[in-house]
């Protein structure tokens, strides 16, 4: 069977939105690393940087990227970058929250980010504005979300993905360091949740679209800390999840699934990622690191025929393991390959990685000083 996934059938969607899925079942052993893999060219493209939690095209060869301490959103163009917005005075910044994921509209010029708020307590939203044609303003600041949970500063998320049918945006959010916030369908943290981002109003397909309150908004749940959304080329959207001091995961996301972490009582982190002691069926993680963590980030679907062996695979970057590992999956997303490229290590923490448009991948690195903005290419 190919790696690179197929179409979804029609079938398939429907399948995916008839009520609580059951357990896609455990992990497969990771399999020896491709031996096909291509060389690969890191070259920066933008450096000088601190905390860079996430980079996004715009048009124009122009790159968007967030830093999450200092709060602000730089151009960067041939190599030079430019303020595009300084959000010091709205972004509550501490410990892991700060200004946090970004995603681009370009047909509409809109920004989104993802982002901590002390207006009315400490929390994370999701705020929207219009950027001006030659994207050096922005103007009509509209919040989308508010109310995701977030205390401390701690397990913050969050991570926006623009589906690319419809008007869906996910969003990736983290428990808070709470314990009973996972499985409580009516607390926005440790979910993935899809608003339109039209509007911020809950998508009418979402699960439990027909309750009440918060649970409207939720896609899944059970869910530690999402820092990562991808959506492979068959239309399944897929996260990445930090463990706790075990099983940092890839998750296959099915509509009003269970992932499984429940912390109590207090804030337990020795309770397996995936709990399937709890009621109800739980989805097993299609890869989890085991027992060493990786402090999984970021990740993108890898898209060319340049990519050899790497075509259709999910890279995810790596904070603590300071790496890049590719993540091959059968069409059904059983796990097939797992390849680690040299040439992605000895840059330190990397945090973000997003597909450009010629299928280059673009990487942050986050070890908090003299940060980059990496664009990897196979040679």
Not at 52 to 58: I, S
Not at 279 to 301: F, K, N
Request: proline share 6%; charged share 20%.
């Amino acid at each position: 069977m190919s790696l690179t996934a197929s179409v979804a059938t029609a079938a398939l969607a429907g399948s995916l939105l008839a009520g609580l899925p059951p357990s896609v079942g455990a992990p497969a052993e990771p399999a020896p690393r491709a031996e096909r893999a291509p060389a690969l060219e890191v070259r920066t493209v933008a450096k000088g940087l601190a905390n860079p939690w996430d980079v996004q095209q715009a048009p124009g060869g122009r790159l968007l990227v967030s830093e999450r301490d200092r709060a602000r959103i730089s151009v960067v163009r041939n190599g030079r970058r430019r303020t595009l917005a300084d959000l010091s005075k709205l972004v509550w910044v501490s410990g892991e929250t700060g200004l946090m994921s970004l995603a681009v509209d370009a047909a509409h010029r809109r920004v989104y980010a993802c982002h901590g708020s002390s207006k009315g307590g400490n929390h994370v939203q999701v705020t929207r504005w219009r950027v001006d044609r030659k994207w050096k303003r922005l103007s009509g600041r509209r919040t989308m979300i508010t109310g995701l949970p977030s205390t401390s500063g701690r397990h913050g998320g969050c991570r926006l993905l623009l589906q690319r049918q419809g008007p869906g945006l996910v969003i990736g959010t983290g428990d808070a360091a709470v314990g009973t916030n996972p499985r409580d369908l009516d607390s926005l943290g440790g979910k993935t949740l899809r608003i339109d981002r039209r509007t911020g109003a809950p998508m009418p397909d979402n699960p439990f679209a027909g309750g009440t309150g918060n649970r409207r908004y939720v896609w899944t749940y059970g869910h530690r800390n999402v820092q990562g959304l991808a959506q492979r080329a068959d239309g399944t959207l897929w996260s990445v999840e930090q463990g706790s001091y075990r099983d940092d995961e890839v998750n296959l996301l099915v509509p009003g699934g269970d992932y499984g972490w429940n912390p109590v009582p207090g804030y337990d982190e020795s309770v397996p990622m995936t709990d399937q002691a709890l009621p109800g069926e739980q989805q097993d993680a299609r890869w989890s690191s085991g027992e060493s963590t990786l402090a999984t980030s970021g990740g993108a679907w890898v898209s060319g025929r340049q990519w050899g062996d790497l075509d259709g695979t999910l890279a995810v970057a790596a904070l603590k393991a300071s790496e890049v590992i590719f993540l091959a999956f059968t069409d059904d997303g059983a796990l097939a390959q797992v390849t680690r490229p040299e040439e992605l290590t000895g840059f330190g923490r990397l945090r973000s990685i997003t597909a450009a448009r010629n299928g280059d991948l673009l990487v942050t690195t986050d070890n908090g000083s003299d940060d980059r903005v990496l664009r990897v290419s196979p040679r």
